[in-house]
C-alpha cells in the first residue's frame, strides 16, 4: 500500500511538472529543451529579485565567466554557481538548476556556458512579462547536431558591410549557430586577380581576419567557402581566364546552352589557379576547415573532359579532381567540406571519397529525399552535413512552407543518420532581390531544428520572432512576416525553385506554356495571392518593431511586398494578352507597369546600401532595367 502511495506521488509530481513546463513558461523558451522539470506551486526567483539577476546574467555572458557568486538583490541574495564540466557527453551539454535563490549552471564548455545563460534570461523574461515568480525548474540540454551552420551566398551581387556582418554574427551567437560560412566565388579581393572582383566590393584579407576574431568571441567558427569547380562563370567570362573553361563555347547541358561556368579539371592550370586562391585565402581564417563547393558541375564531360569522361567515367573525373583540391586544402592546414550533389550521381564511388572529406548533402525541395541520400555517406563511413535552405532566393517574399518543410525533414532524418552537421543555406541567384528580413522566419526556425527538432517551435514561431528578434510588442512584424512568406501558396502553382512573383519578373521573355509551373498561372490564384499580400501589408503597417534594424526591416518588407505584387500585375496582364506574351500586352498598360518598375527600381537602390555593398547593386538593378526596357519597347 506504501509502495502505491509513493508511485502515485511520484506520478502526481511527474504530471503537474510536464503540465507546467508545457504553458506559458516554455513559450519564452527559444529552444526546446531536451528534458525539464517544473515544480509547481514553488518560488524559485521572486519579480522582486529578476531585475538585478538580469543585469548580472548580461554582464556574465559577455564575459563568458564561469565562478561563485552571491549577487545581492532588492530581495534575497541570490547564490549563483557557473561551472565548466568538459566530460558532459553531449554536444553543448548544460544542466540548469534553478531553486529557492539559488542557480547552478553546469556547462561542458564556454559555447554551453552561454547557451545556459541565455535560456535563464529568457525564463527571467517569463517573470517580467508574465508577472510571475519563476517556479523550480531542473533543464537538461544539448544539441543534436555538432555543428550548426549559416551559409549566407556573398557572390550573387549582395555583399554585407562590416557592420552588417557583425551584427548578424551577433544574432547566429544567440540563436547557438556556432558556424558560419561566406560563399564566394569572385568577392575575395585576390590580389592578382582584381579584374574579377574590381566591381563586386570583395572582401579583403585584413576584413576576414577581423570577422573571423569576431566570430571566435562569439563562439562561432568561421569556414572559408570559395567554390572550385562549377560556378565559376565570374571568372571565366573573362578572357584571360577562357583556357580554363570546361566549355568555351555553348555545351549542351540539363540545364540547356551553358558556357564557362567551370573547369575544366583536365587542364593543369585548373589545379593552378585554385593553388594559388587557396594559398592567399585560407590563412586569413583560423577555422580548421574549409568548403571547396564543388557543386553544379553541369558542363562536367561535355568539353574538354569528353574524351576522358568516355574512358573512365563522368564520375572519376569529378572525383579525380575533387581529390586533387583535397590535397590542396589539406597542404594548407585545413580539412575539406564539398557539396555532394554530384557524387550522388555515382553512387558507387563514395566509397572512394576519402575518409577526412566531409559532404554537404544539400536539398531545398519540401520532398527531397534527405533518407535517401545520407544512407549511401553513412555507409562510407564518411563525415556528412544536412543542408536545407530557408526558400528565400526566387521569391522576394519567401517560400515559408517548402522551407518549414524542409527544414525539418533535414533535422528529422540528419538526426537519424547521425549527421555531424546542419547548414542552412541562404542563396541569393539572380540578382538577390530578397532582402535579409524575409530569411528571419526560416532563419531562426531552422537555427532551432539544429539543436533539437521539436513540433512546438512552429507553434510558437510568431512570439518568438517578436520577442527576441523584432522586439514588437504589438506583434504584427512576425505576423505580417509569416503571411507574406505563405503567400505565394495562393497561386496555385506546383512547387519549384521559384514563386509565380519571382517567375514573372524573371521569365518575361519567354513561354507560359512552356514552364512547368507558369503553365498553371491563373487569375484566381494571382487575385488570390494579390489579396494575400495586401493582408501582410497591412498587417505590417501595424507593426511597431524596435529591435537595431527595425528601420530597414520596414522599408526591405514593404519594397519585397511591392515587388511580389508587381510581379502578380505583369502576370495578369500577360494572361490577357495574346498567346501570353509581354511583348502583346497593350501599350499603355505597359507603360504604367513600366511607371511601376522605374519606383521599384528607386527604392531597390536606396535599400540596398542599408546593409550592403555598393558593389554588385548596378548588376542587380540591370535585370530589372532589362525588364523596363522591354515594358517600353
Known amino acids: 500500500m506504501k509502495f502505491r502511495l509513493v ?21 519564452y523558451l527559444f529552444f526546446e529543451p531536451q528534458t525539464i522539470t517544473i515544480q509547481k506551486d514553488s518560488t524559485a526567483i521572486s519579480q522582486l529579485q529578476i531585475g538585478d539577476l538580469q543585469d548580472f546574467i548580461n554582464s556574465s555572458i559577455q564575459e563568458s565567466s564561469a565562478g561563485i557568486w552571491k549577487l545581492k538583490t532588492s530581495a534575497e541574495t541570490i547564490d549563483i554557481f557557473f561551472e565548466i564540466n568538459a566530460e558532459m557527453l553531449h554536444y553543448d551539454a548544460y544542466t540548469l538548476k534553478i531553486s529557492k535563490s539559488k542557480i547552478h549552471l553546469n556547462a561542458k564548455n564556454l559555447n554551453a556556458l552561454r547557451y545556459g545563460k541565455q535560456t535563464l534570461l529568457q525564463l527571467l523574461e517569463f517573470v ?21 551552420g549559416y551559409m549566407l551566398d556573398i557572390s550573387r551581387d549582395k555583399v554585407p558591410t562590416m557592420n552588417s556582418l557583425y551584427f548578424l554574427i551577433d544574432q547566429l551567437a544567440d540563436w547557438r549557430i556556432n558556424e558560419l560560412q561566406l560563399y564566394t566565388e569572385h568577392t575575395f579581393a585576390y590580389r592578382n586577380h582584381q579584374k574579377v572582383w574590381k566591381n563586386a566590393s570583395p572582401l579583403t584579407a585584413p576584413e576576414i581576419q577581423a570577422l573571423d576574431a569576431y566570430c571566435l568571441k562569439k563562439g562561432i567558427d568561421l569556414v572559408p567557402n570559395q567554390n572550385s569547380f562549377g560556378h565559376m562563370e565570374n571568372w571565366l567570362k573573362h578572357d584571360e581566364y577562357l583556357d580554363l573553361s ?38 586569413n581564417f583560423s577555422s580548421k576547415y574549409a568548403n571547396i563547393g564543388g557543386d553544379e558541375t553541369v558542363e562536367l564531360g561535355l568539353g574538354k573532359s569528353k574524351s576522358l569522361s568516355e574512358q573512365i567515367g563522368k564520375g572519376q573525373v569529378y572525383l579525380n579532381f575533387l581529390k586533387k583540391l583535397n590535397e590542396e586544402i589539406i597542404k594548407n592546414g585545413k580539412q575539406t567540406q564539398f557539396w555532394g550533389d554530384i557524387v550522388l550521381n555515382h553512387p558507387e564511388l563514395i566509397k572512394d571519397i576519402p575518409k577526412n572529406m566531409t559532404a554537404l548533402v544539400w536539398g531545398y525541395d519540401a520532398t527531397y529525399p534527405f533518407d535517401k541520400n545520407l544512407a549511401p555517406f553513412q555507409e562510407a563511413n564518411l563525415d556528412f552535413y544536412v543542408c536545407p535552405g530557408t526558400s528565400s532566393w526566387r521569391s522576394e517574399i519567401g517560400r515559408n512552407h517548402n522551407a518549414f518543410i524542409n527544414l525539418k525533414n533535414a533535422a528529422f532524418e540528419g538526426k537519424k543518420y547521425g549527421a555531424k552537421g546542419y547548414l542552412i543555406t541562404d542563396w541569393g541567384d539572380y540578382g538577390h532581390f530578397q532582402p535579409k528580413s524575409v530569411s528571419y522566419a526560416t532563419l531562426v526556425l531552422g537555427a532551432s531544428y539544429a539543436w533539437n527538432y521539436s513540433e512546438k517551435t512552429l507553434d510558437n514561431l510568431e512570439f518568438l520572432l517578436n520577442h527576441y528578434v523584432f522586439n514588437d510588442k504589438t506583434g504584427y512584424t512576425a505576423k505580417a512576416l509569416l503571411t507574406l512568406g505563405n503567400a505565394y501558396l495562393k497561386t496555385g502553382i506546383p512547387e519549384g525553385n521559384a514563386n509565380a512573383f519571382h517567375l514573372m519578373i524573371r521569365r518575361y521573355t519567354w513561354t507560359m506554356n512552356g514552364h512547368y509551373q507558369t503553365k498553371h498561372l491563373n487569375e484566381k490564384g494571382l487575385l488570390a495571392a494579390k489579396l494575400e499580400i495586401e493582408k501582410g501589408l497591412e498587417e505590417l503597417q501595424k507593426a511597431e518593431p524596435t529591435s537595431k534594424d527595425a528601420k530597414i526591416i520596414l522599408k526591405e518588407v514593404k519594397q519585397a511586398s511591392h515587388l511580389a505584387l508587381f510581379g502578380i500585375h505583369l502576370g495578369l496582364e500577360r494572361l490577357k494578352a495574346k498567346d501570353m506574351k509581354t511583348e502583346n500586352i497593350p501599350k499603355k498598360t505597359r507603360q504604367k507597369l513600366a511607371l511601376e518598375l522605374e519606383g521599384l527600381i528607386e527604392h531597390h537602390t536606396a535599400i540596398w546600401v542599408v546593409r550592403n555593398r555598393e558593389g554588385g547593386l548596378s548588376d542587380s538593378v540591370s535585370k530589372f532595367e532589362d525588364l523596363l526596357n522591354y515594358l517600353k519597347k
Do not use: H, V
Open 7 to 27: 508511485i502515485f506521488i511520484i506520478t502526481l509530481f511527474l504530471s503537474n511538472s510536464l503540465l507546467y513546463a508545457n504553458d506559458s513558461i516554455s513559450k
Open 128 to 148: 517580467r512579462l508574465e508577472d510571475k515568480p519563476l517556479p523550480n525548474i531542473i533543464i537538461e540540454d544539448w544539441a543534436n547536431f555538432q555543428k550548426r
Open 246 to 283: 570546361e566549355c568555351e563555347t555553348d555545351c549542351k547541358t540539363i540545364w540547356g546552352s551553358r558556357k564557362r561556368t567551370a573547369l575544366a579539371p583536365t587542364n593543369p592550370k585548373s589545379l593552378e589557379l585554385m593553388q594559388e586562391l587557396y594559398t592567399e585565402l585560407l590563412p
